[in-house]
């Protein structure tokens, strides 16, 4: 039996190679179907795994507390009352779970350093907000506790900034103008990157909350809280707590809505790559239609090589050949042109998605599982289309096969 397969598929192969051309353009569905399917759910999988960093690079089991029903345009964030210095301590004392707090002002400017000069955000804090917002000092040093009460003109600078005001030079010490007054570089911030907004993560200057507040907005509310999570306190439970106390200290009464925003970044990360994934599949689906096309082609290929080859099988039958043989024999052609197409296709897949993730950006996110579907199905298309030319090549009478001309 293991010598009638290995014999069946050297003939199988002889026969492809004979007519290359015409097993090439037969196999070419085959591969267009399955180099679109795993290119697609490879890039999908890889926009999922930068969404998910992207989420992650904010903070783990970070909450983010804004005034207004909801963030973005039309939210209410303008209207609504911002927040006191005493919602902060009142955060950290009095809900279970809160590990840090990190109030946060922002306000556009332009930074001067020499000649240069960069339209960025000033962003400012506690000392607090390198930890709850997952950042890494890349140089130099955070904020003392001093400097913090006394709302000193220092500053850390993102990446961008660094890049765009500091270019090959290292700004540790350097003073940089921010509006009409001067503050000293004393660290430097590790880049992270786009954020899953669209948005330049290292853009911003950091500084301490209350020089902020005196130097640039001129009030002592707060624009936001960031808000870490304890480890082993579910964020769930931490985000219930700050809307029972903040309903409570911004007098909403019961029945009304909110008139601030608590978001979980892990509720965020879940929804957008649970989106993601539903758009990989759909993407899947509608390129593996194109592998249905191509075993579509296969059958047709192999109905004419029947008609073709007529004659031989005749010659076969008549000599004592089964018919389980001379099926055997069409349906491994058929699937030997399914498997080696589906063999092009994931080379061109692998391919494409390396060169395509570059482009645009993305991680490659290499799957195991699509590569051997596909692969799989691709061959299980050559048994499927292939069974009916076989099965009309193995039928044929043996007398009227030797009389077609």
């Known amino acids: 039996m293991g010598r009638m397969l290995w014999n069946t598929l050297l003939l199988a192969l002889r026969e492809i190679r004979r007519n290359l051309l015409r097993s090439a353009l037969t196999m070419l569905g085959i591969v267009i179907g399955v180099a679109a399917v795993v290119t697609m759910v490879t890039l999908g999988n890889g926009a999922t795994q930068a969404v998910s960093q ?18 973005g345009p039309g939210g209410g964030g303008a209207t609504a009352p911002r927040f006191k210095t005493a919602d902060v301590d009142a955060l950290a004392t009095q809900v279970g779970g809160v590990a840090m707090v990190a ?25 607090d907000y390198l930890a709850v917002a997952n950042w890494r000092l890349a140089s130099g040093r955070g904020f003392s506790d001093a400097e913090e009460r006394a709302g000193k003109s ?17 700004p540790l010490g350097a003073e940089l103008r921010l509006q009409d007054f001067g503050c000293q570089v004393i660290g430097l911030l590790a880049p992270k990157g786009q954020g899953a907004m669209g948005n330049d993560q290292d853009d911003f200057v950091l500084m301490p909350l209350r020089t902020v507040q005196r130097r640039m907005t001129g009030s002592t509310d707060v624009n ?12 769930e439970r931490v985000k219930t707590g700050i809307e029972r106390l903040m309903r409570e200290r911004r007098n909403v009464r019961p029945g009304d809505d909110d008139n601030f925003t608590v978001l979980d970044t892990k509720q965020i990360a879940d929804t957008l790559s649970g989106t993601t994934k539903v758009l990989t599949l759909l993407l899947g ?3 593996a239609v194109s592998l249905i096309v191509g075993g579509i082609g296969i059958m047709n290929i192999m109905l004419v090589s029947v008609t073709e080859r007529t004659r031989e099988i005749g010659i076969r039958l008549a000599i004592g050949a089964l018919e389980r043989e001379v099926l055997l024999q069409f349906l491994t052609e058929a699937v030997v042109l399914s498997a080696v197409g589906g063999l092009v296709g994931l080379l061109l897949a692998t391919a494409a998605s390396v060169g395509l993730s570059q482009l645009m950006g993305l991680p490659y996110a290499f799957d195991v599982r699509i590569n051997v579907l596909a692969f799989a199905f691709a061959a299980a298309m050559g048994v499927v289309f292939g069974y009916a030319p076989a099965r009309r090549a193995a039928r044929m009478n043996p007398i009227d096969a030797l009389r077609h001309e």
């Open 54 to 71: 992207q989420i992650s690079s904010l903070g783990s089991n970070l909450l983010m507390v804004s005034p207004g029903l909801r963030m």
């Open 103 to 127: 109030p946060t002002v922002n306000s556009g400017a332009t930074a001067v350093a020499g000649a240069r000069n960069w339209r960025t955000v000033v962003t400012g804090s506690t000392g």
């Open 154 to 170: 220092v500053c850390l600078l993102g990446d961008r900034v660094k890049r765009e005001l500091f270019p090959g030079t290292d």
């Open 224 to 235: 936001s809280l960031m808000v870490s999570a304890a480890d082993g306190a579910g964020t």
């Open 285 to 287: 689906a509608v390129a």
